[in-house]
């Protein structure tokens, strides 16, 4: 076992559906276990963000599996947050041992750390720890608790019960950083105040083992923190805390139910390629970089709730959620909104880094007077699938779903894709859906782009090659479809614009368009593409 000081630090750089045609099949291939969470109530504003109730852990519970019960209080630590009750926990560091923590206020100017135990737990019942601020906290100004580190995990640990009173100026630190190789358990934990130090966020969690398993839940910051240059630690560090840190985890590690408010170098951070993650339930907002940013084989972003009202003058992307390093990630029954937009904050973002992503059940919301995008898929991404997911878009222009072109062949498929709302066309950003990928598919799509104020805009453009669309309502004030591509393929769909516009427009490099079963309103506008193919279409 170890403890006493740290040794020297490391930094961790923060940086139902038939595939081929898009039909419905009597299973959807992912299991009905990944789609049989209901999604969490969506409470707004202060009813979120007000005052939250720690959960008591009843010392009952505390004592079940420890061979020792301490009550901290008992043992010498003032629970007044008069005097540090640092001292009193190294002195009473024990192996399988439940440290409870009855009803009071415990100051705390110095971290404690414990590692290579085999089980502690820390309990706490109506507790508040209340760091010292950073002028006065002794030691590195980085956590309270350090419990397990990679190179000496701890095996099992908990971690229940406990408000966090950061709310006096300059205050704000890492109420604990946990690495164990075989069980976490953390609930319950609510900090209170800004996080304006300028050191290391609230929670950083790590599974050192492929078989460790983990669970945070309830751990809610929802005052965020403050950009560091705007703090007493300015010039030392970029950006400032991330709310939630977990890319050293190589295990299965679950959020359930956590709150984070704006922090300024990243809300919920996991993205090892080597670990697991599931975000379960939940409300971030405005966060800069992203509020959910999640990699890893096989992690899931279900049921959460995004919201971007706010942009702080150092806030350059305020992502909601962005999958990256990983394959087979889903994110499913979320609900996104932003009403403070930027052009580079994506809804939703898959990067190249991913290498296959699911989306299914997503509400997506997004108004304002700046440009924004609502899906984006990176050039480089991996196959992604698109299911049951509406974009509503009212910004002063971007694109609600952008496939984003490069030379890959690995297929994107939409299907049951709704996209309305009246936007600008800012930029030249006016296509709702702007397909710059080959071999895509898309199916039972309904897309409105009326236009903001007289706008031109176009509903589906498609530059790339082999795409299908079939069973489409596409209304636009401009053109329904823009061919732009070669052999390319829309059937059976339903073309009209709010206009004098043709149904269909055929740009002069568009070749091999094939056009079959279509009602089309305003006929087809040839610019002089190539060999175009057309079957049964009717016009209106």
């Not at 505390?62 to 043992?75: C, F, K, L, Q």
């Not at 990256?324 to 609900?335: I, K, N, R």
């Amino acid at each position: 076992m170890e403890n006493g000081s740290d040794a020297s630090e490391q930094v961790v750089p923060n940086d139902s559906i038939d595939r081929t045609t898009g039909e419905r099949e009597a299973s959807t291939g992912r299991g009905p276990d990944r789609r049989s969470f209901l999604r969490g109530t969506a409470v707004g504003g202060a009813s979120v963000f007000g005052l939250f109730t720690v959960g008591a852990t009843s010392g009952a519970a505390s004592r079940a599996g420890y061979d020792d019960v301490v009550d901290v209080v008992e043992a010498g630590a003032d629970d007044t947050g008069s005097e540090s009750i640092t001292p009193v926990l190294e002195e009473l560091r024990a192996d399988d041992t439940a440290f409870v923590f009855p009803e009071g206020r415990y100051y705390m100017d110095r971290q404690f750390r414990y590692t290579g135990f085999e089980n502690v737990g820390f309990f706490g019942e109506g507790a508040t720890l209340v760091p010292a601020d950073y002028h006065a906290f002794d030691g590195p100004q980085r956590r309270l608790f350090r419990l397990g580190v990679s190179y000496s995990p701890g095996e099992r640990l908990a971690f229940e019960g406990f408000d966090v009173d950061q709310t006096a100026p300059d205050t704000g630190i890492r109420v604990i950083e946990a690495g164990v190789s075989d069980r976490l358990e953390v609930r319950d934990v609510t900090i209170r105040g800004v996080h304006d130090s300028g050191t290391s966020g609230p929670g950083m969690f790590a599974l050192t083992s492929p078989d460790g398993t983990g669970v945070v839940e309830r751990f809610r910051a929802p005052d965020g923190g403050t950009h560091i240059d705007e703090t007493v630690n300015a010039g030392n560090g970029w950006r400032g805390p991330i709310g939630i840190e977990a890319n050293t985890n190589v295990g299965r590690l679950e959020f359930r139910d956590c709150v984070l408010g704006g922090f300024p170098d990243n809300g919920l951070y996991a993205t090892n390629e080597d670990g697991t993650y599931v975000v379960d339930g939940g409300t971030f907002r405005n966060s800069n970089g992203a509020n959910v940013r999640v990699g890893g084989v096989g992690s899931e972003i279900r049921g959460v709730t995004v919201e971007i009202d706010e942009t702080g003058p150092h806030d350059r992307s305020q992502r909601p959620i962005r999958l990256e390093t990983g394959e087979d990630l889903l994110v499913s029954d979320a609900e996104i909104s932003i009403t403070s937009p930027q052009p580079t904050s994506h809804a939703l973002s898959v990067l190249n880094s991913c290498e296959s992503a699911h989306i299914e059940d997503v509400d997506i919301e997004i108004e304002g007077d700046a440009v924004n995008h609502g899906i984006v898929i990176s050039p480089e991404a991996g196959e992604t699938e698109v299911f049951d997911t509406s974009v509503t878009h009212e910004t002063a222009g971007g694109y609600p779903f952008w496939i984003r072109g490069s030379d890959s062949r690995d297929r994107v498929l939409a299907a049951r894709l709704s996209i309305d709302g009246e936007a600008g066309d800012a930029a030249g950003f006016r296509e709702g859906i702007r397909c710059e990928r080959h071999n895509c598919r898309f199916t039972e799509l309904e897309v409105e782009q009326p236009g903001r104020e007289g706008v031109e805009r176009d509903a589906l453009a498609v530059l790339g090659e082999d795409t299908t669309v079939y069973r489409a309502t596409l209304e636009a004030s401009r053109h329904p479809y823009v061919d732009r591509g070669a052999d390319n393929l829309l059937r059976n769909a339903e073309l009209e614009s709010d206009g004098d516009n043709a149904g269909v427009h055929l740009a002069p490099d568009a070749t091999g368009s094939t056009l079959k079963v279509n009602r089309i309103h305003g006929g087809i506008r040839d610019r002089g593409a190539g060999t175009t193919h057309t079957w049964s279409n009717e016009h209106v």
